[in-house]
């Protein structure tokens, strides 16, 4: 919308413009002259700013209607007029109903319009298409000079009009109009809308409407302007005097030239050069015009930056600079896990820290790096790994490096803080002047509410970086709050967010979405992704895979045994499953129930456990626990006990007792990442390592953050004599880096898929020099299989969509799942393979080309980002179909698995990057 349009400039000019009032008969609220003959004939109705009552109502009425209309209000507009058209009298008549209640006093002095002739005239309105003004409203009065109150978007369609503040509320409504009036309503005509009066400033496109470009102006928005280096593709810098401002003289400019010296040469070869400055950008930030100089990334590093990660850098900086919008600094990177997004943000500060665009300047001179506690000497690590511990001083605050430290000393530019210890020093932070804010896995600020994000937005720095592995959109409103972080207000208020973005989006997505809120949800996603993808950078694992050594991913089915089968038998015939299956039971017991069979999948012993601990201290609360393990007791052996355990009680145990000694015995040399959800059944597998005497070191939540690096570090190390890592995913799942190890074992199954994946991209990342080996064990026709065929068949087999946070909780199953959950395979090989319904009979043993590849996609968001989701479900189980597979009497060539599938019903095979060599 032109700016012109604001009510300031506009006050005054409408008297001397042609207006335009709908005709009618009975208006007394109508100007002198003009309003004798522009009344409109039918009813005038007015939505009030009291939106919510109304939008109450509009609610209601969609309910009435049996139409799900709540969240659609950009888009209920028009639409709903011809939806109400088509609902029974009755519910007709409560519409016409709940429209009365908000007719303004003015507007009661109409004669009011008999229904049937305005739904006479609402069938007609599917003729017109709809027609979009840039307005400015008042009040209607009869005063001569009006005062402007604010800027709207009209909506006019046959002989109806809607008036839409511009957080997209509707404000105003009217029908009865001449549709020939409406057709050729211009720029400076006025118009009558209920108790409003609306002057023209000039035509919206449909496209604008749609995609919510018209509602940008005043949200927040009127900075967005993309600037040119956004828009167009990087060239290398050539000529750093070219663009030098206001060279007053000859000699100065020469001289200036000659102060002014790149850091880096930017000629060299390989070098990376940062866009320059647009002219605009000059004026906004180089007032004085002093040269611009390039900024060139320390060859340095550049000499171990993969083409993505140049990218990145570059992105980075644009963003930070405010080069790709005009006056917002903020970014996310998104990059999957694994792509070095740590490598691009120390390259980006380093090259701040040290260089200016303009005159040498340094463009930073600190940055505040906050992180998850685990993370923090990883940071510092990475540091000391690409620029060495010479070049910079960075410094890591924990129980023994207090943030005074940090302001004291003029040693440090770079602070690295846990997001538990910011809360802690905020006083101390906040005195602190920061240039640059990185906020890693920063999708905890998600949150707006909690503590730790409300008090980093506190912070005055402009230049703001998330990075996040994991998906932020699923979530509009969690995206909102991490686009807020990071520019905020670009989106606007967030009740202008909802109306705009969010409630037409949700709308189109739902079953009984009409054609046109379709179209309007699909425009005003794009239109979302294309204003986000300007500083939203999110690029796919598939481009670091070539970088990186095969992987080898193995699924082993593991027979449960005996004691397990007995007990599974059992658990299903309780009240309590019967129950959930009837959905009779409040509280949802069934996750005690999934529970239970999780723990009995992973070891007998934890649900003996379970029990014992019941039986000395019941609680009313959880009766329902205690019920599901009535008669249980009887099953376990007279004399079992918690410390009795044993492998041969468990399947999956077992089969990791045999695959472990395999891997000691053939690659001796090799390590082992033994990673659980639970740490009771770390404990176990920490057992089992003590019991053959293999070295161990272990990280969970218990481990103190302060020791956690050092514990990686010392693993990674080459010479390190540690046999296995046992991991807790939960703990250690997200930035670790073990590449001292090449085999990863997953005992148990989550439910997210990505919680999985995270755990095993701790060893299949750069700097991996082996082959690595993935196993995953399930249990046999267990519920670990159903979880498994549910994480692929949502996700398919690679990439991690789902969002970390959630878990089983938050899962919600139809009876019909929960049935099919709590079914026992007996006689199954591999229920995962019966449902291919391939007819290899258990044995092909010869892998199909993998389908395919998705392509990497840059700037994420909803458009993209849906495809390549959809994409990954189609895949999904066939997808499963193409890896090796065969049971477990088959032969196999496989050294390995000769040796261990003594216990295994029916395996899957995978190898990525078969090709790559070792
Ligand atoms: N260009 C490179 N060459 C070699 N190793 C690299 C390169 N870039 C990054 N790495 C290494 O790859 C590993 C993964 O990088 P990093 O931890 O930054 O990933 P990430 O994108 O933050 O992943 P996550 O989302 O899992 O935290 C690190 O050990 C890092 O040192
Ligand atoms: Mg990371």
Redesign the pocket.
């Known amino acids: 919308m032109r700016r012109s349009a604001a009510p300031s400039q506009c006050q005054g000019n409408s008297a001397k413009k042609p207006r335009f009032i709908p005709p009618g008969k009975n208006n007394t609220i109508c100007l002198k002259k003009e309003n004798e003959q522009l009344v409109p004939e039918m009813k005038l109705t007015e939505v009030e700013e009291k939106q919510q009552s109304s939008s109450g109502h509009i609610r209601a009425l969609s309910r009435i209607c049996g139409l799900n209309i709540n969240s659609a209000q950009a888009v209920e507009s028009l639409g709903e007029i011809n939806c109400m058209e088509k609902c029974n009298g009755e519910n007709e008549h409560k519409a016409a109903g709940m429209k009365r209640v908000n007719i303004p006093k003015a507007d009661l002095m109409l004669k009011p319009t008999p229904e049937i002739a305005r739904h006479k005239e609402e069938e007609d309105e599917c003729d017109y298409l709809a027609k979009y003004f840039s307005v400015v409203w008042c009040k209607a009065s009869k005063k001569k000079h009006k005062k402007w109150e604010g800027d709207a978007v009209l909506i006019a369609k046959g002989k109806s009009v809607i008036l839409k503040d511009m957080e997209g509320k509707d404000i105003g409504r009217g029908t009865g109009y001449k549709s020939k009036d409406l057709e050729s309503l211009g720029e400076g005509q006025t118009l009558i809308i209920g108790g409003k009066e609306i002057e023209v400033m000039g035509i919206i496109s449909a496209e604008e409407f749609n995609s919510g470009k018209c509602f940008q102006n005043d949200v927040g928005t009127s900075s967005i302007v993309p600037t040119a280096s956004s828009q167009c593709s990087l060239k290398p810098f050539c000529c750093p005097l070219k663009n030098l401002c206001n060279p007053s003289t000859k000699q100065n400019l020469l001289k200036d030239s000659q102060n002014y010296k790149p850091r880096h040469d930017p000629d060299a070869s390989n070098s990376l050069v940062m866009p320059r400055p647009t002219p605009d950008h000059q004026r906004i930030f180089n007032k004085a015009g002093i040269p611009v100089v390039d900024v060139v990334v320390d060859p340095y590093l550049v000499n171990?930056?993969?083409p993505h990660?140049k990218e990145g850098i570059v992105f980075l900086y644009e963003c930070v600079m405010g080069m790709r919008l005009s006056g917002r600094f903020g970014a996310i990177?998104a990059?999957?896990?694994?792509?070095?997004?740590?490598?691009?943000?120390i390259s980006l500060v380093w090259t701040l820290l040290h260089q200016g665009l303009y005159g040498c300047k340094p463009i930073i001179k600190k940055a505040l790096i906050v992180t998850p506690g685990s993370?923090v000497k990883?940071w510092k690590k990475?540091f000391q790994?690409?620029l060495g511990s010479e070049r910079i001083k960075v410094f890591t605050v924990d129980q023994d490096n207090k943030v005074e430290e940090f302001i004291n000393s003029p040693l440090y530019s770079v602070l690295i803080i846990s997001y538990e210890m910011v809360l802690r020093s905020l006083d101390q932070i906040q005195a602190i002047e920061f240039n640059l804010l990185i906020c890693?896995?920063g999708h905890r600020l998600k949150n707006s509410s909690i503590k730790t994000t409300s008090a980093l937005i506190s912070l005055p720095c402009e230049k703001r970086i998330i990075?996040?592995?994991?998906p932020i959109q699923n979530d509009l409103q969690e995206f909102y709050a991490l686009i807020e972080f990071v520019n905020p207000g670009i989106l606007g208020s967030l009740s202008t967010y909802r109306k705009i973005y969010e409630e037409p989006v949700i709308r189109s997505r739902e079953p009984s979405a009409t054609k046109e809120e379709k179209e309007l949800g699909e425009k005003r996603a794009a239109e979302l992704t294309r204003l986000t993808g300007l500083f939203i950078l999110r690029r796919t694992q598939e481009i670091?895979n070539k970088?990186l050594p095969p992987k080898k991913e193995t699924i082993l089915f593991c027979r449960p045994t005996v004691l397990q089968l007995g007990l599974y038998r059992k658990l299903l015939r309780s009240r309590v499953v019967r129950s959930c299956l009837q959905g009779v039971l409040e509280n949802s017991p069934h996750l005690i129930c999934i529970g239970a069979l999780k723990k009995l999948c992973n070891h007998p012993c934890l649900l003996f456990k379970a029990i014992k601990e019941k039986e000395s201290n019941p609680t009313c609360d959880e009766c329902e626990e205690s019920n599901l393990y009535e008669g249980l007791r009887d099953i376990f052996p007279e004399d079992y006990t918690f410390t009795t355990f044993t492998e041969t009680d468990s399947g999956k145990l077992q089969v990791l007792a045999k695959l472990l000694e395999t891997i000691c015995e053939l690659s001796p040399s090799e390590r082992i990442v033994l990673v659980s959800h639970y740490t009771q059944t770390l404990n176990i597998l920490q057992d089992l390592c003590k019991h053959y005497g293999y070295s161990y070191t272990r990280l969970d939540g218990h481990t103190p953050i302060s020791q956690r690096q050092q514990i990686v570090d010392s693993f990674n190390n080459k010479f390190c004599s540690t046999f296995i890592f046992l991991l807790s995913s939960k703990a250690g799942g997200?930035?670790?880096?073990l590449?001292g190890a090449s085999h990863l074992i997953l005992y148990d199954i989550d439910w997210n898929p990505a919680t999985d994946i995270?755990a095993m991209?701790?060893v299949w990342?750069?700097?991996q020099k082996h082959t690595v080996h993935i196993y995953r064990l399930l249990t046999t026709g267990s519920i670990e299989e159903k979880i498994y065929q549910r994480q692929i068949s949502k996700q398919g087999l690679s990439g991690a969509v789902i969002d970390l946070s959630k878990t089983s909780e938050h899962i919600r199953f139809s009876t019909e799942e929960l049935r099919n959950l709590f079914i026992l395979h007996e006689d199954s090989n591999c229920v995962t393979h019966d449902l291919l319904e391939c007819n290899c009979m258990g044995k092909k043993d010869h892998q199909y080309p993998s389908p395919e590849k998705l392509s990497v996609y840059t700037g994420c968001q909803h458009g993209q980002y849906q495809e390549k989701a959809d994409a990954k479900k189609s895949l999904s189980m066939s997808q499963l179909m193409q890896w090796k597979h065969f049971s477990g009497q088959h032969q196999t060539l496989d050294p390995f698995l000769e040796r261990i599938k003594k216990h295994i019903s029916f395996i899957f095979q995978n190898v990525t990057n078969p090709a790559t060599p070792t």
């Open positions: 171990h930056l993969r990660q990177l990059d999957e896990m694994g792509l070095g997004k740590t490598l691009q943000c993370l990883n990475e790994k690409w890693d896995e990075l996040t592995g994991t670091i970088f997200v930035g670790l880096n590449i995270q991209a701790r990342r750069d700097g």
